[in-house]
């Protein structure tokens, strides 16, 4: 069964930084992409960042380049993203996910975790 | 960046309805889209990718059509668990994506 594991949610300050990890199970997690994606409360889903198998690319949204860097350990299981310069409008349920390459050409999300929650408040 | 935009963002309906979702892309994705259904307080649910292709265990009322830029997500008959967000989510490019703002279908 296919399982993914947020943690390291919680409060944080404007201008701090936060790391949410995710630890997955069930798959083989090296073969596959891995993506983060936010909700803010009330709001709709914001695609956070992607990562390939092997680190060899990452891309992100625009409201998080260069103040979010995501990362992998593919020996442990696990998915990361490291928040830095946290902003309010950051605050959202972080979820982590994976991505399934239909046919070996349509990505999309096929497993998703419970979410963890990240408030940004002084 | 690509844009996608849902209408309605809310409708309401009545079990055995038969309801439409669309969703427009600013260019054309080709059929790089999906579907997604969220229950409250709950992680999304693959409904539909590549525009057209139900994921394994979706019910077959949930369709999927259109390419370039115009898409819609059809329940031909709405049942009580169906009552749920909708999201489509463009995956076209270089791996930058984008989600629709949602679709709200709530009970009449």
């Known amino acids: 069964e296919v399982q993914l594991v947020e943690s390291g949610g919680g409060l944080v300050q404007p201008g701090g930084s936060l790391r949410l990890s995710c630890k997955a199970s069930g798959f083989t997690f090296s073969t596959l992409w891995m993506t983060w994606v936010r909700q803010a409360p009330g709001k709709g889903l914001e695609w956070v960042a992607n990562i390939k198998r092997d680190e060899s690319e990452k891309y992100y949204a625009d409201s998080v380049k260069g103040r979010f860097i995501i990362s992998r350990d593919n020996a442990e299981n696990s998915l990361y993203i490291q928040m830095n310069s946290l902003r309010a409008e950051d605050t959202a349920v972080y979820y982590c996910a994976r991505i399934f390459y239909f046919h070996d050409t349509y990505p999309a999300i096929d497993y998703w975790g419970q979410g963890t929650l990240v408030t940004v408040s002084s | 960046d690509i844009q996608m935009t849902q209408s309605p963002s809310s409708l309401s309906a009545s079990v055995g309805d038969r309801v439409t979702i669309t969703c427009r892309a600013s260019?054309?994705?080709?059929?790089?889209l999906n579907w997604y259904q969220q229950e409250p307080g709950k992680a999304p649910k693959l409904l539909i990718y590549?525009?057209?292709s139900l994921e394994s265990g979706v019910p077959s009322r949930f369709s999927g059509s259109g390419s370039e830029t115009d898409f819609t997500l059809t329940i031909s008959s709405l049942r009580p668990e169906d009552f749920a967000t909708y999201y489509c989510q463009q995956t076209y490019g270089a791996l930058t994506w984008t989600f629709g703002q949602g679709t709200k279908v709530e009970f009449k």
């Open positions: 260019q054309n994705i080709r059929t790089h």
């Open positions: 590549a525009a057209s």
